[in-house]
T-cell receptor, first 120, second 110 residues
Framework: GAVVSQHPSWVICKSGTSVKIECRSL??????MFWYRQFPKQSLMLMAT?????????EQGVEKDKFLINHASLTLSTLTVTSAHPEDSSFYIC????????????????FGNGTRLTVT | GQSLEQPSEVTAVEGAIVQINCTYQ??????LSWYQQHDGGAPTFLSY????GLEETGRFSSFLSRSDSYGYLLLQELQMKDSASYFC???????????FGTGTKLQVIP
């Protein structure tokens, strides 16, 4: 259980275009979704935290007008990289968690398989 | 803000035991978790500690000391497939955002 599906798994786009990445929780309702970016041989850097029906909370240094996050439902969040540039090329990973009703504890993060974005 | 520190690389022999340490600084701490990531793949959850002490899950165990802001991941009976990067991560804040450490690249050798 607790499967997160992320699409596309890879995308190549031209500089100046926009790219949308989808993240879906397939068998649970995600209380919160997170978007991370990972450059080669580096750690995962949190970009933003997204709750259904509310605006995403962006980490310091992440441009909210460039990385548009929409969390329309409890099972779907999207990240749109607008006017992409070569420096935006990276591995983008979404994750989701749910709150256990009985314990009130949050579940661990469940990750999508990531999207490798290459901007030419 | 949050900061986490881990050793960058560890090498261990197949069948041995290895410990990966993690120290952290954060406000609003909820818990410490560990994730494994193979090259080119997404992270997968290994273990989580919200309270002090040892949590055991098969060959993997994780320890937390909240007073020392310290934890470790213990891998026993190492296998070649355990070669991967291991990240500690803290959950903190109202939405319990998860911040990852710098990662430790484990190489298991025959």
């Amino acid at each position: 259980g607790a499967v997160v599906s992320q699409h596309p798994s890879w995308v190549i786009c031209k500089s100046g275009t926009s790219v949308k990445i989808e993240c879906r929780s397939l068998d649970f309702q995600a209380t919160t979704m997170f978007w991370y970016r990972q450059f080669p041989k580096q750690s995962l850097m949190l970009m933003a935290t997204s709750n259904e029906g509310s605006k995403a909370t962006y980490e310091q240094g992440v441009e909210k007008d460039k990385f548009l996050i929409n969390h329309a439902s409890l099972t779907l969040s999207t990240l749109t990289v607008t006017s992409a540039h070569p420096e935006d090329s990276s591995f983008y990973i979404c994750s989701a968690l749910y709150r256990d009703r009985r314990s009130s504890y949050n579940s661990p993060l469940h990750f999508g398989n990531g999207t490798r974005l290459t901007v030419t | 803000g949050q900061s986490l520190e881990q050793p960058s690389e560890v090498t261990a022999v197949e069948g041995a035991i290895v410990q990966i340490n993690c120290t952290y600084q954060t406000s609003g701490f909820y818990g410490l978790s560990w994730y494994q990531q193979h090259d080119g793949g997404a992270p997968t959850f290994l273990s989580y500690n919200a309270l002090d002490g040892l949590e055991e899950t098969g060959r993997f165990s994780s320890f937390l000391s909240r007073s020392d802001s310290y934890g470790y991941l213990l891998l026993q009976e190492l296998q070649m497939k355990d070669s991967a990067s291991y990240f500690c991560a803290v959950s903190s804040g109202g939405y319990q955002k998860v911040t990852f450490g710098t990662g430790t690249k484990l190489q298991v050798i025959p």
